[in-house]
């Protein structure tokens, strides 16, 4: 008999809180592509697999410029489909570029049926770096499947506030250092009801844990 895994609020405010990263890189136009790059987060053991939400969140309600320089309305985009949605930055050192990659390598191993029906979108932290080009030529390195989302970072935080992911404005050291924090946590929505009702911290998107959970997610069924 398989077990579920639930996350209650005060488990969540905790998992949200072990997940935030300070990720710092040297300032320059490479960021966290070269350079003298730095990370900080959570040493914690992390259990493995996604958990399953006991209250799910509602999809965000954000209106945002995808890479192509079109506005893109996440909810009406997405009705109806798998989604794997994270809140992250091109310039990120370490977390950001691992968790990207992971989904991508899991996707990989999925059904053509299955990739088709997978929606993974990436929201940019760091919107003032992050433009519409800068975001598509990252993520086409990872999967050019992936939607990345840039705009007003007001709007973005308000949005990621929304489903638990607390992210602030990057800011520079007097070294020149640029820091931004936010949150790691990966969502999972689910194609029937369009809520996320699986949630994954930092350590726990390895490519084997996604491959082995995701085809349930895709068919709207909790890992």
């Given at each position: 008999?398989?077990?579920?895994?639930?996350?209650?609020?005060?488990?969540?405010?905790?998992?949200?809180?072990?997940?935030?990263?300070?990720?710092?890189?040297?300032?320059?136009?490479?960021?966290?592509?070269?350079?003298?790059?730095?990370?900080?987060?959570?040493?914690?053991?992390?259990?493995?697999?996604?958990?399953?939400?006991?209250?799910?969140?509602?999809?965000?309600?954000?209106?945002?410029?995808?890479?192509?320089?079109?506005?893109?309305?996440?909810?009406?985009?997405?009705?109806?489909?798998?989604?794997?949605?994270?809140?992250?930055?091109?310039?990120?050192?370490?977390?950001?570029?691992?968790?990207?990659?992971?989904?991508?390598?899991?996707?990989?191993?999925?059904?053509?049926?299955?990739?088709?029906?997978?929606?993974?979108?990436?929201?940019?932290?760091?919107?003032?770096?992050?433009?519409?080009?800068?975001?598509?030529?990252?993520?086409?390195?990872?999967d050019?499947?992936?939607?990345?989302?840039?705009?007003?970072?007001?709007?973005?935080?308000?949005?990621?506030?929304?489903?638990?992911?607390?992210?602030?404005?990057?800011?520079k050291?007097?070294?020149?250092d640029?820091?931004?924090?936010?949150?790691?946590?990966?969502?999972?929505?689910?194609?029937?009801?369009?809520?996320?009702?699986?949630?994954?911290?930092?350590?726990?998107?390895?490519?084997?844990?996604?491959?082995?959970?995701?085809?349930?997610?895709?068919?709207?069924?909790?890992?």
């Open positions: 008999m398989r077990k579920t895994r639930t996350l209650t609020t005060a488990a969540l405010l905790a998992a949200c809180a072990l997940a935030l990263s300070a990720c710092g890189s040297d300032g320059g136009s490479e960021g966290g592509k070269g350079g003298e790059d730095t990370a900080v987060a959570s040493s914690e053991p992390q259990k493995k697999g996604g958990v399953v939400l006991e209250t799910p969140f509602e999809k965000p309600d954000l209106t945002l410029t995808d890479t192509k320089g079109e506005e893109y309305d996440l909810i009406e985009e997405t009705k109806g489909e798998p989604v794997l949605l994270y809140f992250g930055y091109t310039h990120c050192p370490d977390v950001c570029p691992l968790t990207m990659s992971n989904i991508a390598v899991a996707k990989s191993k999925l059904t053509p049926a299955q990739k088709k029906k997978l929606r993974v979108v990436f929201v940019t932290s760091d919107p003032k770096r992050d433009d519409p080009k800068e975001l598509g030529s990252w993520l086409r390195g990872q050019p499947s992936f939607v990345g989302l840039t705009g007003d970072f007001d709007t973005i935080q308000a949005g990621a506030k929304t489903v638990g992911v607390s992210i602030e404005p990057s800011y050291k007097k070294n020149g640029v820091v931004s924090t936010h949150g790691a946590q990966l969502l999972a929505f689910s194609p029937k009801d369009d809520k996320a009702h699986v949630l994954y911290t930092e350590g726990n998107t390895g490519p084997e844990v996604l491959e082995k959970e995701l085809p349930r997610i895709i068919k709207g069924e909790n890992p």
